[in-house]
């Protein structure tokens, strides 16, 4: 079976990207093809999740209780289909580690806003592919959204494009971050299943 691998980053790969991950993991969860990944520019490796974040994932129906933080590497972006940063610091270290990851990577509140007004209708080239392609389907999804970036109104602010990040702060910027994570995965798993599901007039 192929498989289409999403990569999520942060910095420590213990607040936002890991509950990125464990969330898309739940949302995803029809597509076995579908392999979910985190890492971090200046991961703290072997630790795991703060409990905040903890039981932010299990909250929205994630499990935390495996997650071990690692540092990113090239390796981890080449491998990846699709890279979400959760920051556009972390999109700018992405792309300086491996610069064609460009084509690729999004932090993951921008993906959400460039696919806020996609339609099935737009959805012709995951149409085209027969319903078990499930990861040609996924594919032309990268393509879609970065088409977007010049015909989509860009945010009043760029900080719009990033998930705060809560590590060593209060449970209300816990609960702020997850407030602005969580709608961006539910956007991106909602198009997941359309592109999955669609099929030609």
Known sequence: MSTFTILTVCSGNICRSPLAEQLLRVGLAPWPEVVLASAGTIGLTGQGM??????????????????????????????ADL???????????????VPRAIRYTFTIREFARLIEGITDDDLE?????????????????????????????????ADEDDVVDPYRRSDEVYVESAQQLVPAVTAVTALFGDAATVIRA
């Open 83 to 97: 890279v979400f940063a959760m920051s556009r610091e972390h999109r700018r270290a992405i792309v300086e580690l």
């Open 50 to 79: 703060p409990e905040q974040a903890a039981d932010l994932s299990r909250h929205f129906g994630g499990d935390p209780s495996a997650h071990v933080a690692r540092l990113l590497t090239e390796e981890h972006i080449e491998t």
């Open 125 to 157: 080239d995951a149409a085209a592919l027969p319903l078990d392609d499930v990861t040609g389907r996924f594919s032309t999804l990268i393509s879609l959204a970065a088409s977007q970036r010049g015909a989509v109104a860009p945010p009043v602010s």
